[in-house]
């Protein structure tokens, strides 16, 4: 147990997938204009990472292994998440209106965000058991919205600095995701 | 369009990195050294090129294109994640040291974006040669800038260049004369972030000043 | 017939073009990729053993810092005589990994960090710091030596992890009356 917790800790903010990883820093910088965006991109993230992860860490031990065809896995994870991202925009549009309003658009760019592939591919590499992929890509999502959160509460005030011409816009944005990247790294010796 | 205009693009006006800043994951992971960024930028040059080159071979073929059309996403995906699974399975065979040092980033050139907006906007609208150009284009493109990034983090960070295995320059002579050491924080993520933002900054002045002097010159007349 | 299904079938076929290509590439350099694999551990046992008097059994272990032991029996009378741990444990920066080397008679034969990604100039020196546990019986850890200075502590902490999950796990491997 103590083992999960010190993996949940890890993927939280020590491997934080955003700051240390560089996984999905397309919607990082993208959809961190507003907190609110920055919110339901967030949680868009979290609810297909843990679910596309479930998918394909069961499709990946129980055929892909079975059958040794392990060279498909990088077609197989892609469709399925594309799939997947489908069918969730269908059923929450069905089960949810309002959901889906708050989540539909962020929902089509969710399938080229590499955090998605990457979480998939990072448990198979890695080794995970179920348990052990369920508290990583729950927590390392978690991460992702959390960082994004936080960039946005920044951005948001710095839509109101003076800032050099030259660095308005995304240059000014990475050198705060610099500074946040440095706060991140002092968590290290946690674990 | 013409043609060496199809493959120049890439490089300044339509660059991937530094204009339309695309595919920014690998370019911040992996640019470490010189060689990471070399090995990335030719896995993205396999891929993208062959991936222009048979998107519109199936695209330009009316009656198949017809077929293709309602399933076209999953299509490109299909022929983008094949040709990267080969990029790595022959990099695991052969240059065993790069694939370990570039990681989870050869799986996931499926997603950058580059491969599948150049897919979209381009292939699927012109000739099997524009898209190959189009495609050679915007890799070398994406590799210069790759380049650009992993010199600086490289020279700062660690006083090297790594052109490729044991083959580096070591610039500790400049260190030492000047007196100054290499910062390891240019090597870990902080450095990424920072130097892509300085380089992308300087990138926008330049821009701007040449803009400017357009609308001097403009208003001169 | 149905647009849509003509679509899909298209689809179909396409995914299994790719798949009989992978396969195909993957039939010349899967063979090359297990090779490698195996001369890269067989290089790195080298360091303790000379590895063309042993037949090496590889088995996943996942015990603590633990996730492989090679066996080597000797050739020519197929007796048991070491066992080699390949080790992780987490430390300051990221993962240090060992391999430590156990004679059948329970002494440290040696050990090697294969990687490790420690602060510069402290955590670091972890390559090459004597731990001054070699020739020790595997139970006595007493005489362990770190590495001090800021962030070391961890450094070291990953690396006696590794020598007591070798310590729990030992018996299992090797018979087991120590």
């Known amino acids: 147990m103590s083992e999960l917790i010190g993996l949940a800790f890890a993927a939280f903010v020590v491997e934080n997938i955003v700051l240390t990883q560089f996984l999905g820093i397309c919607p990082f910088l993208g959809v961190s204009k507003k907190r609110s965006s920055a919110l339901g991109m967030g949680i868009a993230v979290v609810f297909v990472i843990v679910l596309s992860s479930t998918i394909t860490w069961l499709l990946y031990h129980f055929i892909l292994d079975v059958l040794a065809i392990t060279y498909m896995r990088t077609i197989v994870f892609i469709l399925v998440i594309a799939a997947l991202v489908q069918m969730v925009e269908i059923f929450l549009k069905k089960v949810s209106p309002a959901l889906y309003k708050a989540l539909g658009i962020y929902l089509p760019l969710i399938t080229t965000n590499c955090a998605v592939l990457g979480v998939a591919i990072i448990n198979i590499n890695e080794g995970h058991d179920f348990a052990q992929m369920l508290v990583y890509s729950t927590f390392i999502s978690l991460g992702f919205l959390f960082v994004m959160y936080i960039f946005a509460m920044i951005r948001e005030k710095l ?22 990247a440095m706060i991140f790294a002092r968590f290290g010796g946690i674990i | 369009m013409n043609k060496l205009d199809n493959f120049l693009k890439g490089f300044l006006k339509e660059n991937p990195l530094f204009v339309s800043v695309l595919g920014m994951c690998p370019s911040l992971a992996i640019t470490t050294s010189l060689e990471n960024a070399l090995g990335m930028g030719a896995a993205v040059f396999f891929v993208l090129t062959l991936s222009n080159f048979i998107i519109s071979l199936i695209m330009s073929n009316k ?21 990267v699974t ?9 240059l065993i040291n790069l694939y370990e040092s570039l990681g989870v ?50 020279i700062l960070g660690q006083g090297s260049i790594t052109i490729w295995g044991n083959l580096a320059i070591d610039l500790g002579f400049a260190f030492d004369f000047l007196k100054i050491q290499p910062l390891d924080m240019f090597t870990k993520p902080v450095g990424a972030f920072m130097s892509f933002g300085f380089i992308l900054a300087t990138i926008f002045a330049i821009s701007n000043h040449k803009a400017n002097k357009k609308a001097k010159e403009v208003k001169g007349q | 017939m149905n647009k ?36 890269v551990k067989l290089a790195a046992l080298e360091e303790f ?59 440290i034969r040696g050990y090697k960090v294969i990687s490790q990604k420690e602060t510069k100039g402290i955590g670091d020196q972890v ?26 502590p961890f450094t070291t902490q990953a690396v006696l992890d590794s020598f007591m999950a070798v310590q729990a796990r030992v018996n299992t491997d090797l018979g087991g009356d120590v």
Do not use: W
Not at chain 2, 121 to 145: C, H, I, Q, R, W
Not at chain 3, 66 to 88: F, G, Q
């Open chain 2, 105 to 154: 980033f050869i799986p996931l050139i499926v997603v950058n974006c580059i491969i599948l907006g150049r897919a979209e906007a381009f292939a699927s609208e012109n000739k099997p040669l524009d898209s190959v150009l189009d495609g050679m284009g915007m890799a070398l493109g994406y590799t210069g800038a790759l380049v650009i990034i992993s010199l600086v983090r490289e």
């Open chain 1, 159 to 180: 839509d109101f600095s003076p800032v050099p011409k030259a660095f308005k816009g995304t240059p000014i944005a990475l050198i705060v995701a610099a500074i946040l």
């Open chain 3, 127 to 152: 390559v090459t710091h004597d731990f001054n546990v070699t020739g020790n019986l595997i139970s006595d850890l007493a005489s362990f030596d770190g590495i001090s200075g800021p962030t070391a």
């Open chain 2, 63 to 83: 009656k198949l294109a017809e077929l293709v059309k309602p399933v076209r996403i999953p299509v490109y995906i299909v022929v983008i994640a094949s040709l």
């Open chain 3, 49 to 107: 053993y000379d590895t063309d008097n042993y037949t090496v059994e590889e088995i996943t272990v996942n015990e603590g810092a633990i996730e492989a032991a090679y066996l080597l029996k000797n050739k020519t009378t197929d007796a048991l005589e070491a066992v080699v741990y390949s080790t992780s444990a987490q430390g300051y920066e990221d993962k240090v990994k060992l391999l430590i080397a156990i004679d059948s008679d329970y002494t």
């Open chain 2, 86 to 94: 080969i990029v790595e399975m022959v990099m695991h065979a052969f």
């Open chain 3, 4 to 39: 849509g299904l003509i679509s899909g079938l298209v689809l179909l076929v396409l995914g299994l073009v790719c798949g009989l290509l992978l396969a195909t590439v993957n039939y010349f350099t899967a063979p090359i990729i297990r090779d490698q694999e195996l001369a």
